[in-house]
């Protein structure tokens, strides 16, 4: 699964939280570095099979309240079934009326095919599905392999295994995309560079909402 224009792609959520519960996502694309190939292997040994799915829903205006309340409707089902980690109508910030969902699969493509071969089996959930469906302008799908765990620990975050635990009130996601050269290991490159300087970033972010 590529990304266009070689995108490595993160998502820092609940930024008040302090600790900062980090959800990495990196492209699976190949990419120009300037380390020698050991930092490739590095990386490769410390991989976690999870993936991401980030769903978008580009909704028609006039449909926007209706597909909002047949989502609430049948949240409780959408987690007993797949595991969800974000549902967002973001208001601001670039397209509106797009409703984006986030999953987690911690066994791959294999566990994502297989509890969506559940899900599709689930005549409430097609229910569901083909009621919604008339509000959708169209729709997307995309698929990111989970940040190495040696990246997750230097965050100090649970990554597609955060579940909202210890959260205090609403929080602020923040959605990063990074454009790298090509080359074979400028990923691997750039996570340990990140890696080392990620925890002095999440202690200021502290020192910062600390503030307020």
């Not at 900062?20 to 590095?42: F, H």
């Not at 493509?109 to 169209?138: I, L, T, Y």
């Not at 959260?167 to 750039?190: A, H, I, M, S, W």
Request: glycine fraction near 8%; proline fraction near 3%; include cysteine.
């Amino acid at each position: 699964f590529f990304l266009q224009n070689f995108e490595l792609v993160f998502l820092l959520s609940r930024l008040k939280f302090r600790g900062l519960q980090i959800m990495l996502w990196r492209s699976v694309v190949s990419t120009r570095s300037r380390v020698t190939a050991a930092a490739y292997q590095t990386s490769k040994r410390h991989a976690s099979s999870g993936i991401f799915e980030l769903r978008q829903y580009h909704l028609k205006p006039e449909c926007v309240g209706s597909y909002m309340k047949e989502a609430t409707a049948s949240s409780d089902l959408r987690k007993s079934l797949v595991p969800l980690r974000l549902f967002s109508l973001p208001e601001v910030g670039g397209e509106l009326n797009v409703a984006s969902h986030l999953y987690f699969y911690e066994g791959g493509m294999k566990d994502r095919a297989a509890k969506r071969k559940v899900s599709g089996a689930n005549a409430e959930w097609v229910s569901f599905v083909n009621q919604s469906r008339s509000g959708v302008r169209w729709q997307e799908s995309r698929i990111y392999a989970e940040a190495p765990q040696f990246v997750l620990d230097a965050g100090n975050a649970k990554g597609g295994r955060w579940e909202g635990d210890g959260v205090d009130g609403p929080g602020v996601y923040e959605y990063r995309k990074y454009q790298l050269p090509l080359g074979y290991v400028t990923v691997p490159n750039f996570l340990e560079i990140y890696a080392e300087g990620v925890a002095e970033k999440i202690q200021h972010q502290d020192l910062f909402n600390n503030l307020f």
